[in-house]
């Protein structure tokens, strides 16, 4: 499956910031019995690519993807521990050039109708709109399908439960991230049957 698709069929991608790569495991464990079996490990911290090499080899099944990709060599890291894409809150064209020339999934983030139009330059047709909820979310998404109605979004920032399913609901929305169902203090206390509820909430917004 490609991983357009397979983002799309999860629904909601968790955003992870971990500190603890101990706790990747028992956490992408926790977010796939609630039903999400996904994961964007961010490279804001210095476990993230331990997390991922730990996540990719012990639950294969969970689409373990690398966030705040900032430069080509912290996404050769992030591949090297098993990614399966790289996705970042902006637009480096090096790193997207990097990802095409290597065959790697990559989901750069975008935030106006310029940067869109830069990301269908490179030869993308699949991007994140970072940060959503800032940048007008819903109405954002719904004035872009006008004119970039080929272009597909992966809505992040300041969504929720109380949101999801307004930004799913639309036709150029693949899939949302959101750190809503990994909340900071959880993840540090490893309450993962908390953080297990909160994904299959999550995970209820999805149709299906
Ligand atoms: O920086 C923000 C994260 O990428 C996701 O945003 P969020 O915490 O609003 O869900
Ligand atoms: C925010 C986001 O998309 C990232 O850190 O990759």
Request: glycine letters at 8%.
């Amino acid at each position: 499956m490609e991983i357009r698709e397979k983002l799309a069929s999860i629904g909601i991608i968790p955003v992870i910031k971990i500190n603890d790569p101990e706790k990747a495991v028992p956490l992408a464990k926790a977010l796939k019995n609630g039903g999400l079996p996904a994961a964007e490990v961010t490279f804001r911290t210095a476990a993230a690519a331990e997390a991922i090499h730990r996540i990719a080899k012990e639950l294969p099944d969970v689409c373990v993807c690398a966030g705040t990709v900032l430069t080509v060599e912290t996404a050769r890291r992030a591949v090297k521990a098993g990614a399966s894409a790289i996705i970042s809150p902006g637009t480096n064209p090096d790193v997207v050039r990097w990802c095409l020339a290597n065959r790697v999934p990559v989901i750069p983030g975008c935030a106006t109708p310029t940067e869109v139009e830069a990301c269908m330059r490179l030869g993308l047709d699949f991007v994140k709109l970072f940060p959503a909820e800032v940048v007008g979310g819903v109405k954002m998404l719904k004035a872009l399908a006008g004119p970039y109605g080929q272009m597909a979004f992966m809505p992040t920032g300041g969504i929720s439960a109380a949101n999801a399913a307004s930004y799913l609901a639309l036709k150029n929305v693949v899939c949302c991230g959101g750190s809503w169902m990994v909340p900071e203090k959880l993840l540090d206390n490893g309450d993962f049957d908390a953080i297990e509820a909160l994904a299959r909430e999550a995970a209820a917004l999805v149709k299906r």
